[in-house]
Protein backbone atom coordinates (compact mmCIF):
# COMPACT_ATOMS: atom_id res chain seq x y z
CA UNK A 1 0.00 0.00 0.00
CA UNK A 2 1.22 3.48 -0.74
CA UNK A 3 2.64 5.40 1.81
CA UNK A 4 4.81 8.60 0.85
CA UNK A 5 5.36 12.50 0.90
CA UNK A 6 5.97 14.58 -1.58
CA UNK A 7 7.33 18.11 -0.79
CA UNK A 8 5.36 21.09 -2.20
CA UNK A 9 7.89 23.99 -0.44
CA UNK A 10 10.52 23.97 1.93
CA UNK A 11 11.88 27.40 2.52
CA UNK A 12 10.97 29.34 5.53
CA UNK A 13 9.80 33.02 5.70
CA UNK A 14 9.46 33.96 2.27
CA UNK A 15 10.09 32.35 -1.33
CA UNK A 16 13.97 32.40 -2.94
CA UNK A 17 15.81 30.69 -5.27
CA UNK A 18 12.94 29.23 -6.57
CA UNK A 19 11.75 27.86 -3.24
CA UNK A 20 8.46 27.99 -1.81
CA UNK A 21 7.59 27.91 2.05
CA UNK A 22 6.35 25.02 3.47
CA UNK A 23 4.32 22.33 2.02
CA UNK A 24 3.89 18.89 1.71
CA UNK A 25 1.44 15.91 0.46
CA UNK A 26 0.91 12.63 2.36
CA UNK A 27 -0.65 9.98 -0.32
CA UNK A 28 -1.53 6.76 1.94
CA UNK A 29 -3.37 4.27 -0.63
CA UNK A 30 -4.24 7.16 -2.64
CA UNK A 31 -5.75 9.55 -0.21
CA UNK A 32 -3.94 12.69 -0.16
CA UNK A 33 -3.36 14.79 3.04
CA UNK A 34 -1.95 17.91 3.11
CA UNK A 35 0.23 19.45 5.76
CA UNK A 36 0.81 23.08 6.13
CA UNK A 37 -0.14 25.31 3.11
CA UNK A 38 2.47 28.21 2.71
CA UNK A 39 2.13 30.77 -0.17
CA UNK A 40 2.77 29.17 -3.54
CA UNK A 41 1.14 25.82 -2.39
CA UNK A 42 -1.19 26.15 -5.60
CA UNK A 43 1.34 26.53 -8.00
CA UNK A 44 3.29 23.52 -6.91
CA UNK A 45 0.13 21.75 -6.88
CA UNK A 46 -0.07 21.86 -10.53
CA UNK A 47 3.42 21.60 -10.97
CA UNK A 48 4.03 18.13 -9.50
CA UNK A 49 0.62 17.00 -11.05
CA UNK A 50 -1.21 16.11 -7.44
CA UNK A 51 -4.54 15.49 -7.91
CA UNK A 52 -6.08 18.29 -4.95
CA UNK A 53 -9.65 16.88 -5.47
CA UNK A 54 -8.25 14.10 -3.12
CA UNK A 55 -7.39 16.49 -0.77
CA UNK A 56 -9.78 15.72 1.98
CA UNK A 57 -7.50 16.71 5.44
CA UNK A 58 -5.20 19.61 6.20
CA UNK A 59 -2.98 20.10 8.90
CA UNK A 60 -1.46 23.44 10.05
CA UNK A 61 1.60 23.33 12.24
CA UNK A 62 1.23 27.26 13.25
CA UNK A 63 -0.40 30.59 12.06
CA UNK A 64 2.89 32.30 10.81
CA UNK A 65 2.22 33.28 7.12
CA UNK A 66 4.65 31.07 5.77
CA UNK A 67 2.78 27.80 7.02
CA UNK A 68 -1.13 29.26 6.29
CA UNK A 69 -0.96 31.75 3.71
CA UNK A 70 -1.63 29.73 0.58
CA UNK A 71 -4.35 28.23 2.72
CA UNK A 72 -7.19 30.90 1.40
CA UNK A 73 -6.63 30.88 -1.79
CA UNK A 74 -6.55 27.19 -2.41
CA UNK A 75 -9.83 26.71 -0.23
CA UNK A 76 -11.40 29.49 -2.68
CA UNK A 77 -10.22 27.45 -5.54
CA UNK A 78 -11.80 24.47 -4.74
CA UNK A 79 -15.03 26.66 -4.62
CA UNK A 80 -14.60 28.09 -7.90
CA UNK A 81 -13.88 23.92 -9.36
CA UNK A 82 -17.69 23.24 -7.52
CA UNK A 83 -16.25 21.13 -4.45
CA UNK A 84 -19.40 20.13 -2.59
CA UNK A 85 -17.65 17.26 -0.12
CA UNK A 86 -16.23 18.73 2.86
CA UNK A 87 -12.83 19.58 3.83
CA UNK A 88 -11.53 19.27 7.27
CA UNK A 89 -9.02 21.91 8.98
CA UNK A 90 -6.45 20.95 11.86
CA UNK A 91 -4.49 24.02 13.72
CA UNK A 92 -3.79 25.86 16.43
CA UNK A 93 -6.66 27.70 18.03
CA UNK A 94 -7.22 30.82 15.89
CA UNK A 95 -7.41 28.82 12.21
CA UNK A 96 -10.94 29.22 12.27
CA UNK A 97 -10.63 32.85 13.14
CA UNK A 98 -8.22 33.02 10.46
CA UNK A 99 -9.40 31.60 7.40
CA UNK A 100 -13.20 32.50 7.91
CA UNK A 101 -12.45 35.75 8.05
CA UNK A 102 -9.90 36.11 5.42
CA UNK A 103 -13.22 34.30 3.62
CA UNK A 104 -15.94 36.39 4.84
CA UNK A 105 -14.17 40.00 4.32
CA UNK A 106 -13.30 38.74 0.37
CA UNK A 107 -16.85 37.49 -0.31
CA UNK A 108 -15.65 33.85 -1.14
CA UNK A 109 -18.63 32.15 -1.62
CA UNK A 110 -17.62 28.84 -0.60
CA UNK A 111 -19.42 25.92 -2.21
CA UNK A 112 -18.86 23.11 0.60
CA UNK A 113 -18.67 22.79 4.45
CA UNK A 114 -15.50 23.54 6.17
CA UNK A 115 -15.34 21.31 9.17
CA UNK A 116 -12.27 22.86 11.94
CA UNK A 117 -10.60 21.10 14.77
CA UNK A 118 -8.53 23.69 16.89
CA UNK A 119 -5.94 22.20 18.88
CA UNK A 120 -4.82 23.32 22.33
CA UNK A 121 -3.29 20.46 23.72
CA UNK A 122 -0.07 19.54 25.68
CA UNK A 123 0.32 16.12 25.03
CA UNK A 124 -0.30 14.03 22.08
CA UNK A 125 -3.49 13.64 20.53
CA UNK A 126 -5.37 11.20 17.89
CA UNK A 127 -7.40 13.74 15.79
CA UNK A 128 -7.81 11.26 13.19
CA UNK A 129 -8.57 7.88 11.89
CA UNK A 130 -9.67 5.69 8.91
CA UNK A 131 -9.30 2.24 8.66
CA UNK A 132 -6.00 1.63 8.04
CA UNK A 133 -3.89 4.84 9.14
CA UNK A 134 -4.24 7.03 12.63
CA UNK A 135 -3.01 11.07 12.59
CA UNK A 136 -1.67 12.62 15.89
CA UNK A 137 -0.78 15.78 16.87
CA UNK A 138 1.60 16.97 19.59
CA UNK A 139 2.91 20.48 20.72
CA UNK A 140 6.24 21.62 19.85
CA UNK A 141 8.11 24.60 21.26
CA UNK A 142 8.05 27.83 18.84
CA UNK A 143 6.80 31.82 19.14
CA UNK A 144 3.61 30.86 19.13
CA UNK A 145 1.31 27.65 19.80
CA UNK A 146 2.45 24.65 17.30
CA UNK A 147 1.93 21.14 16.53
CA UNK A 148 3.89 18.49 14.59
CA UNK A 149 1.90 15.59 13.21
CA UNK A 150 2.78 11.90 13.05
CA UNK A 151 0.58 9.49 10.84
CA UNK A 152 0.98 5.87 10.96
CA UNK A 153 -0.65 2.89 9.79
CA UNK A 154 -3.00 1.03 12.03
CA UNK A 155 -1.94 -2.43 11.60
CA UNK A 156 1.52 -4.29 10.56
CA UNK A 157 1.42 -5.28 7.29
CA UNK A 158 1.10 -8.70 6.12
CA UNK A 159 1.88 -10.34 2.69
CA UNK A 160 2.15 -13.28 1.49
CA UNK A 161 6.03 -14.49 0.52
CA UNK A 162 6.42 -14.06 -3.51
CA UNK A 163 8.85 -17.15 -3.35
CA UNK A 164 5.50 -19.33 -2.13
CA UNK A 165 3.25 -17.43 -4.55
CA UNK A 166 5.43 -18.98 -7.19
CA UNK A 167 6.56 -22.75 -5.37
CA UNK A 168 2.99 -23.13 -4.85
CA UNK A 169 1.17 -21.54 -8.06
CA UNK A 170 -1.41 -20.00 -5.31
CA UNK A 171 -4.33 -18.25 -6.96
CA UNK A 172 -5.63 -14.59 -5.87
CA UNK A 173 -8.21 -16.16 -3.75
CA UNK A 174 -5.79 -18.16 -2.17
CA UNK A 175 -3.38 -15.15 -1.39
CA UNK A 176 -6.80 -13.85 0.09
CA UNK A 177 -7.43 -16.61 1.81
CA UNK A 178 -4.03 -17.45 3.75
CA UNK A 179 -3.61 -13.44 4.35
CA UNK A 180 -6.98 -14.11 7.00
CA UNK A 181 -4.95 -16.70 8.40
CA UNK A 182 -6.48 -19.70 6.97
CA UNK A 183 -4.02 -22.84 6.35
CA UNK A 184 -3.12 -23.72 2.72
CA UNK A 185 -3.41 -27.23 1.54
CA UNK A 186 -0.92 -27.81 -1.75
CA UNK A 187 -2.29 -30.05 -4.49
CA UNK A 188 0.20 -32.71 -3.52
CA UNK A 189 -2.05 -32.58 0.12
CA UNK A 190 0.61 -30.92 1.98
CA UNK A 191 -0.99 -28.74 4.63
CA UNK A 192 1.11 -25.53 4.81
CA UNK A 193 1.05 -23.34 7.99
CA UNK A 194 0.63 -19.45 7.45
CA UNK A 195 3.66 -18.45 9.53
CA UNK A 196 5.79 -20.43 6.74
CA UNK A 197 3.71 -18.16 3.91
CA UNK A 198 3.23 -14.93 5.54
CA UNK A 199 6.12 -12.23 5.93
CA UNK A 200 4.72 -9.67 8.53
CA UNK A 201 6.25 -5.45 8.19
CA UNK A 202 6.15 -3.83 11.49
CA UNK A 203 3.47 -0.58 11.17
CA UNK A 204 5.15 2.46 9.21
CA UNK A 205 5.01 5.95 10.55
CA UNK A 206 5.74 9.40 9.75
CA UNK A 207 6.63 12.47 11.65
CA UNK A 208 6.50 15.84 10.67
CA UNK A 209 8.31 18.82 13.04
CA UNK A 210 8.00 22.70 11.94
CA UNK A 211 8.96 24.83 13.52
CA UNK A 212 10.05 23.99 16.67
CA UNK A 213 13.40 24.85 18.87
CA UNK A 214 15.79 22.11 19.74
CA UNK A 215 13.50 19.80 21.96
CA UNK A 216 14.77 16.46 23.09
CA UNK A 217 11.08 16.10 24.76
CA UNK A 218 9.55 15.68 21.61
CA UNK A 219 11.52 12.26 20.97
CA UNK A 220 8.60 10.48 23.38
CA UNK A 221 6.14 11.35 20.19
CA UNK A 222 8.29 10.50 17.40
CA UNK A 223 10.56 7.49 18.37
CA UNK A 224 11.04 5.01 16.05
CA UNK A 225 9.18 6.54 12.88
CA UNK A 226 10.11 5.57 9.60
CA UNK A 227 10.52 8.81 8.22
CA UNK A 228 11.26 11.90 10.39
CA UNK A 229 10.67 15.65 8.79
CA UNK A 230 12.55 18.21 10.81
CA UNK A 231 13.14 21.67 10.37
CA UNK A 232 16.60 22.91 9.88
CA UNK A 233 16.48 26.53 9.59
CA UNK A 234 20.34 27.86 10.04
CA UNK A 235 23.52 26.05 9.89
CA UNK A 236 24.88 25.29 13.80
CA UNK A 237 27.10 29.23 13.72
CA UNK A 238 24.05 30.37 13.89
CA UNK A 239 22.74 28.90 16.79
CA UNK A 240 22.14 31.70 18.87
CA UNK A 241 19.57 33.17 15.64
CA UNK A 242 18.10 29.64 16.11
CA UNK A 243 17.72 30.14 20.25
CA UNK A 244 16.21 33.39 19.58
CA UNK A 245 13.57 32.66 16.76
CA UNK A 246 13.10 29.42 18.18
CA UNK A 247 14.14 27.30 15.08
CA UNK A 248 16.77 24.09 14.76
CA UNK A 249 20.29 24.07 13.69
CA UNK A 250 20.90 21.53 11.00
CA UNK A 251 22.99 19.86 13.60
CA UNK A 252 20.42 19.66 15.94
CA UNK A 253 17.80 18.04 13.36
CA UNK A 254 20.41 15.23 12.97
CA UNK A 255 20.74 15.24 16.77
CA UNK A 256 16.94 14.69 17.52
CA UNK A 257 16.63 12.13 14.58
CA UNK A 258 19.97 10.23 16.09
CA UNK A 259 18.00 9.85 19.72
CA UNK A 260 14.93 9.58 18.26
CA UNK A 261 16.51 6.01 16.54
CA UNK A 262 14.57 6.93 13.29
CA UNK A 263 15.10 5.59 9.89
CA UNK A 264 15.72 8.33 7.51
CA UNK A 265 15.55 12.10 8.05
CA UNK A 266 14.79 14.68 5.86
CA UNK A 267 15.32 18.34 6.52
CA UNK A 268 13.65 21.48 5.07
CA UNK A 269 12.26 25.11 6.54
CA UNK A 270 15.94 26.59 5.35
CA UNK A 271 16.53 30.15 5.48
CA UNK A 272 16.18 32.28 2.81
CA UNK A 273 19.85 33.43 3.82
CA UNK A 274 21.03 29.98 1.95
CA UNK A 275 21.25 29.52 -1.76
CA UNK A 276 22.59 26.46 -1.50
CA UNK A 277 21.00 24.18 1.04
CA UNK A 278 23.81 21.32 0.60
CA UNK A 279 26.23 22.30 3.69
CA UNK A 280 22.97 22.09 6.04
CA UNK A 281 22.49 18.64 5.00
CA UNK A 282 25.99 17.71 5.58
CA UNK A 283 26.01 19.26 9.01
CA UNK A 284 22.81 17.09 9.80
CA UNK A 285 24.50 14.68 8.73
CA UNK A 286 27.29 15.04 11.14
CA UNK A 287 24.94 13.74 14.29
CA UNK A 288 22.71 11.62 11.93
CA UNK A 289 23.85 9.86 8.35
CA UNK A 290 20.57 9.16 7.15
CA UNK A 291 19.75 12.50 6.22
CA UNK A 292 18.25 14.08 3.06
CA UNK A 293 17.20 17.56 1.94
CA UNK A 294 13.30 18.34 1.44
CA UNK A 295 13.73 18.92 -2.17
CA UNK A 296 10.22 20.73 -3.90
CA UNK A 297 8.89 18.23 -6.25
CA UNK A 298 10.36 14.86 -4.58
CA UNK A 299 8.68 11.84 -3.10
CA UNK A 300 10.10 10.17 0.21
CA UNK A 301 8.50 6.70 0.59
CA UNK A 302 7.82 5.58 3.94
CA UNK A 303 8.89 2.62 5.32
ZN1 LIG B 1 7.10 29.70 12.50
Known amino acids: MKFEVTILGNNSAFPAYGRFPTSQVVNYDDHLYMIDCGEGTQIRL ?3 RIKRSRIDHIFISHLHGDHVFGLPGLLN ?3 HMGRTKPMHIYGPKGIRMLIDTVLRLSSSIVSYEILYKELDHTDRIKLFESNSLRVYSFPMKHRVPTYGYLFEE ?5 KVRKEAIEKYDL ?3 DIRAIKAGQEHITV ?4 MKTG ?14 SDTSFDPDLVKWIHGVD ?3 HEAT ?3 ELEDKAIFSKHSTALQAGMIARLAEVEKLIIGHFSSRYKNIRPLVEEARESFPEVEAAEEGKTFSIG
Open 46 to 48: SKF
Open 227 to 229: LLY
Open 77 to 79: SYA
Open 171 to 173: SIA
Open 196 to 209: ELLIRTPRRSYAFC
Open 234 to 236: FLH
Open 154 to 158: RRERV
Open 188 to 191: EGVQ
